[in-house]
C-alpha cells in the first residue's frame, strides 16, 4: 500500500468516525428534543386541569369538585382490568370533564402504561386526598376554595404511578408525620408534573435517593413495591417539599 493510499484509508476512516459520531448526536438531540416536547404537553396538560378545577369551584359557590375516583367525582372508577375505551369513559363520565373538554389532557404523552401488556393505564393524574378527595387520617379535608390560604404554592394534580393497574381513590401521603403513601410518576426523569390551586402548573425536580428509587419501583418493578415509606434523616428535602404544598384545610 503507498503512502497516498495509507492517507486516503485513514481519512475514510477519520470520516466514517465523524458521521458515526454525528448521527449518534443527533440521535441523543432528538430523543432529548422528544422527551422536552413530551414534557411541555404534559405541563400544558397539568395546567388545563388546575385551571378546570378552579373553574368548577367558582362555578359551584366555591366548593371543590371531589377528588376521589367514584360517581360524582372529577373521574369515575375505572372497573378492575378496564380497556382503555372503558378508562376513557371513566373520565368523560367524570363531574370535570365539561370543564376540560379533552380526554387527552388526562394523560402525560412521556407515560407508557397505555402499552403495558399487563397493566393498561390512561390517566396520569391524580388529586391528592386532602383537595376535598378520598378520606384518610392525618389531616382534615379542603371543601372550599376559601380552605386553601396557599393556592399559589399547593398542588391539587400530581402526576401518580399506580402499581395497581389503575389510578384507584386519591394521591395520598402523610403530611404532618412527613411521610410518604402513595408513589409519585417521573416520567420525566427524576421530575414530576404538579397543577396548583391557582391554575399554574410545574414540573418539581426530585433530590432523594430513597424517593426517587422507591418511585421507580412503583412504575417499573410493580412486584416489588410496597405503598409507604419514612424517607431516611438525611433525605428530608423531598418530603418537606410535598408536606409544605399539600392541600388540605388543617393538620392536627
Known sequence: MTGASRIRKADALALAICVAIGIACLGAIGEQGRNRAKEAVCLSNARGLSQAWLQFAEDH????VGG?????????????????????????????????????????????????????????????????GEMWSGYTRARRITDLTRPSKQYVFVEEADPRG??????????????????????????????????????????????????????????????SMTPPADEREDVEYMAAGFPCKSIP
Open 166 to 227: 389503575i389510578q384507584i381513590g386519591s394521591w395520598q401521603m402523610n403530611p404532618g408525620t412527613k411521610t410518604w403513601v402513595d408513589p409519585l410518576a417521573m416520567w420525566h426523569p427524576e421530575r414530576t408534573t404538579l397543577g396548583f390551586a391557582d391554575g399554574h402548573a410545574e414540573t418539581h425536580p426530585w433530590q432523594n435517593r430513597s424517593l426517587i428509587g422507591w418511585c421507580h419501583r412503583a412504575m417499573y418493578e410493580s412486584g416489588q413495591f410496597a405503598f
Open 68 to 132: 376521589h375516583t367514584h360517581t360524582g367525582q372529577w373521574v369515575d372508577r375505572d372497573p378492575v382490568g378496564a380497556t382503555l375505551v372503558q378508562q376513557k369513559e371513566a373520565i368523560r363520565r367524570g363531574v370535570l370533564f365539561p370543564y376540560v373538554g379533552k380526554v387527552q389532557m388526562y394523560h402525560c404523552p412521556a407515560d407508557p402504561r397505555r402499552q403495558d401488556s399487563l397493566y393498561v393505564t390512561y390517566r396520569t393524574f391524580a388529586i391528592p386526598g386532602g383537595a376535598n
Open 61 to 64: 359557590d366555591g366548593n371543590l
